[in-house]
């Protein structure tokens, strides 16, 4: 079982981002997907979560309105278009994932270790 996220970078505040996570070995449409981010000296954030099923989106309020989460189980992968992105967004951002999109977005927590990914890393300059 593998997560990978991509499309990590530097920006300037103001700017777009779109990450991409990439699921494999585990039947994709049946779990939810999240993402997380982590900033220095700071705890782990849920910022999203798409459900497993019927596309049900959550969103952090620090978020809402410039973050989209979407889903192509074509292609095992979710999708994180970050736009407006502000100085505060900077972190390493994580996708996980669960068969319940209730227990990553509520608990934040995924009941398998293994469906986390190892991270990519946003910047948004001033």
């Known amino acids: 079982v593998q997560l990978v996220e991509s499309g990590g970078g530097l920006v300037q505040a103001g700017g777009s981002l779109r990450l991409s996570c990439a699921a494999s070995g585990f039947p994709f449409e049946d779990y939810a997907i999240g993402w997380f981010r982590q900033a220095p000296g700071k705890e782990r954030e849920g910022v999203s979560c798409i459900s497993e099923n019927d596309g049900v989106t959550y969103y952090a309020d620090s978020v809402k309105g410039r973050f989209t989460i979407s889903r192509d189980n074509a292609k095992n992968t979710v999708y994180l278009q970050m736009n407006n992105l502000k100085p505060e967004d900077t972190a390493i951002y994580y996708c996980?994932?669960?068969?319940?999109?209730?227990?990553?977005?509520?608990?934040?927590?995924?009941?398998?270790?293994?469906?986390w990914g190892q991270g990519t890393q946003v910047t948004v300059s001033s």
């Open positions: 996980a994932a669960d068969r319940s999109a209730e227990r990553i977005w509520f608990l934040q927590v995924v009941l398998d270790d293994d469906l």
